[in-house]
């Protein structure tokens, strides 16, 4: 799989979502590590999303599959483990099989009980700030119905770190995957018991937050966190929260 290496020190694999890039773990990750040292990040982009090709990947199974080839090329010893949606999907599967190696997990807006969208329990759309910036119509397709935040910044952002892996993503690989997108086993395989961070957002119409609070009883040692003013972007609505909560997750590993 191509990925993006920055840092040197413990190691941390983020695992973006479906559809766009290492991108979009870069720009939510990149500047809170520029304040917090000794961290190494490894940004991989999944099969059919990104530079990594998709050939002979079939199924969740197989992208997990190539995870663990992943890391084990990559990583030697214990890592952190930050998943955003569909990444932390495959995050929470990735704990559960090694969870002596796995020294942290963090989760962004994950897929929860329901993989499929159709199936998920989530809120109603609500856009709950805007400074009336102006998009273009490109952009404003893509933007808003999951804005929560609609702001120059927010739309900045998204522009920036989510657009670009949208236009290159392998939609023909994409649904093919999606015909076996559960995992065969798991996520959970039993309990989970190293520190971990769940962050959801209150107004999030992709995942939501229901589906995901049923998953705490496999988390022992997780902090819940429901987001108001937060949505599907919740990296991109509410970054301080997202520093401070990420911050103390990491304060908590190193104890």
């Known amino acids: ?69 992943f890391v084990d090329k990559q990583i030697d010893g214990s890592f952190l483990l930050i998943g955003e949606s569909y990444g932390g999907y495959l995050a929470r599967a990735l704990a559960h099989r090694r969870p002596e190696q796995v020294a942290g997990l963090a989760l962004i807006c994950p897929t929860g009980t329901a993989v499929h969208a159709a199936d998920r329990t989530v809120p109603a759309f609500e856009l709950r700030r805007s400074d009336g910036v102006e998009l273009d119509p490109a952009l404003a397709g893509q933007f808003d119905g999951m804005a929560v935040v609609r702001t120059a910044e927010t739309a900045r952002r998204f522009a920036e770190e989510i657009v ?82 990420v911050s103390e997750w990491l304060d908590r590993v190193a104890q």
């Not at 229901?210 to 966190?225: N, S």
């Open 1 to 69: 799989m191509h990925f993006v290496e920055h840092g040197a020190g413990t190691a941390v694999l983020a695992i973006h979502g479906w559809t766009p890039d290492h991108r979009l773990m870069l720009g939510c990750l990149e500047p809170f590590f520029a304040t917090r040292p000794g961290y190494r990040r490894l940004y991989p982009d999944l099969p059919a999303m990104g530079k990594s090709p998709a050939d002979g990947v079939e199924s969740s199974d197989d992208v997990l599959a190539a995870l663990e080839e």
């Open 164 to 245: 670009p892996g949208l236009q290159v993503a392998d939609l023909e690989a994409m649904a093919r995957i999606q015909q076996r997108w559960e995992l065969s086993e798991g996520p959970e395989l039993g309990t989970y018991g190293k520190p971990a961070l769940i962050l959801t957002g209150r107004q999030d119409n992709v995942t939501g937050y229901e589906d995901v609070y049923a998953l705490l009883p496999h988390y022992p040692y997780a902090t819940f966190a429901v987001l108001d003013t937060a949505g599907h972007n919740l990296q991109i609505e509410q970054p301080q929260l997202f520093d401070a909560l």
